[in-house]
């Protein structure tokens, strides 16, 4: 009976294969990750992503799925994710268990969007697995048979104006169509040292759901432009995405930017006072008062530095015996919504008392604010 079983559960998976293998296809090797063996294939003509996930081993595999949703799977180009088979869908929130027998197998077919000809990197996602939020298979594959894209991508900075630029035009013979899902039509993003993103020009920003679409001419431009943040200081990449090719964000372009930092005290207001209430301590706060929000990197989780110096001779740091967490950290200043830190003092003997205050964000080596206070 058992052999009946395991012969019954090699026939099903054969059948699955079926029309993969007669199809042309790109797979992936077959890859064997918590017990469970993953394959991930495309199929050019059909424009589908097929995403097997096998039982290779003699025993019951449990498996728990968090939520209605079994499988998930990603598009990149550049590196960058430009559509996810989830995005937009509700799965119901219910924990869900099952059991995968020896030789079972789950099958899904993705209908892939149209892409433009090139070059993508496709990662599938299994919720069942206790490694749901780690690719479960991934492959590589070359879009031959799909969209031209006659647009040309140009990219640049302007220091002075502290602007990026990104410029398209038509290199073709004929009328090209744009189609944008909704009024977002480009973005920008900046990329630290460490790859990790800190800023995109869309964060924030609502953007009407109306498709719309346009033709542009053979010759014709168009130009879309944004400022960078004022407040981020170094190297970093700067990304472009242009969303009018078949409504995919793509990647458009990208260079390296150097970025002063350019705020000023005019658009921060810093307080700071004594307060004996609960515990000894000194009272800080940074307001943003311009209407952007703006953000600061800081190198470590460390926010404010506070030293304090008495006409006795006591000399106290605020950072000092402390460990901060040593992982680049990004601040967001909102307009009219102050940020107020609590620094508890110690034990300090009578005297009269400065204390200097330095947000991180503003300046490491000009205090934001100073108070005096005795005890």
């Given at each position: 009976m058992k ?13 699955l294969?079926?029309?993969?293998l007669l ?12 017990q469970?063996?993953?394959y ?7 424009n589908e ?9 003699k ?17 990149k180009?550049?590196?960058q994710v ?8 509700f799965?119901t929130?219910a924990?869900?268990n099952?059991?995968l ?10 209908e ?11 990662y599938?996602?299994?919720e069942g697995?206790?490694?749901?939020s780690?690719p ?18 140009s990219?640049?900075y302007?220091?002075?104006?502290n ?5 398209l ?12 899902p909704n009024a977002?039509?480009?973005?920008f ?9 800190i ?29 960078l ?9 700067l ?12 990647p458009?372009a990208?260079?390296k930017v150097?970025?002063d930092k350019?705020?000023t ?29 703006m953000k ?9 530095e506070?030293i304090v ?16 967490a040593?992982?680049p ?11 107020y830190?609590f620094?508890?003092?110690?034990e300090l ?7 200097e ?6 300046s490491?080596?000009?205090p934001?604010v ?6």
């Amino acid at each position: 009976m058992k052999k009946i079983s395991k012969i019954s559960a090699l026939v099903i998976i054969f059948a699955l294969f079926l029309p993969i293998l007669l199809a042309p296809i790109q797979a992936q090797a077959a890859v064997q990750k918590d017990q469970l063996q993953y394959y991930l294939f495309y199929n050019q003509k059909t424009n589908e992503a097929q995403f097997l996930v096998t039982n290779p081993t003699k025993n019951k595999v449990n498996l728990q799925f968090p939520s209605g949703k079994d499988f998930d799977l990603e598009i990149k180009k550049n590196n960058q994710v430009i559509w996810k088979a989830s995005e937009g869908k509700f799965y119901t929130q219910a924990l869900r268990n099952e059991k995968l027998n020896p030789g079972q197998a789950k099958f899904f077919k993705i209908e892939l969007p149209k892409l433009t000809n090139g070059k993508y990197d496709l990662y599938a996602y299994f919720e069942g697995s206790p490694t749901r939020s780690n690719p479960a298979a991934s492959l590589n594959i070359t879009v031959s048979n799909g969209i031209e894209d006659p647009l040309k991508y140009s990219l640049w900075y302007d220091k002075d104006a502290n602007k990026a630029y990104l410029l398209l035009q038509n290199t073709g013979v004929n009328y090209t169509k744009l189609s944008f899902p909704n009024a977002k039509e480009f973005d920008f993003q900046l990329i630290n040292n460490k790859g990790k993103s800190i800023w995109k020009y869309s964060d924030g920003l609502f953007y009407g759901q109306a498709l719309k679409t346009e033709w542009l001419a053979p010759g014709k431009t168009k130009l879309y432009s944004a400022e960078l943040p004022k407040n981020f200081s170094g190297q970093y990449t700067l990304k472009a995405y242009f969303n009018g090719i078949n409504g995919l964000e793509i990647p458009a372009a990208s260079i390296k930017v150097s970025l002063d930092k350019i705020i000023t005290k005019n658009s921060l207001s810093f307080s700071a006072w004594y307060s004996t209430q609960t515990k000894p301590k000194l009272v800080f706060s940074a307001e943003n008062t311009s209407n952007q929000v703006m953000k600061f990197q800081l190198p470590t989780s460390q926010i404010v530095e506070v030293i304090v110096r008495g006409n006795n001779g006591f000399v106290w740091k605020f950072s000092e015996g402390i460990k901060f967490a040593q992982s680049p950290y990004t601040r967001e200043l909102y307009p009219k919504s102050p940020y107020y830190s609590f620094i508890y003092l110690p034990e300090l003997p009578k005297g009269n008392y400065k204390a200097e205050i330095y947000y991180l964000g503003y300046s490491k080596t000009t205090p934001a604010v100073k108070t005096n206070f005795s005890i």
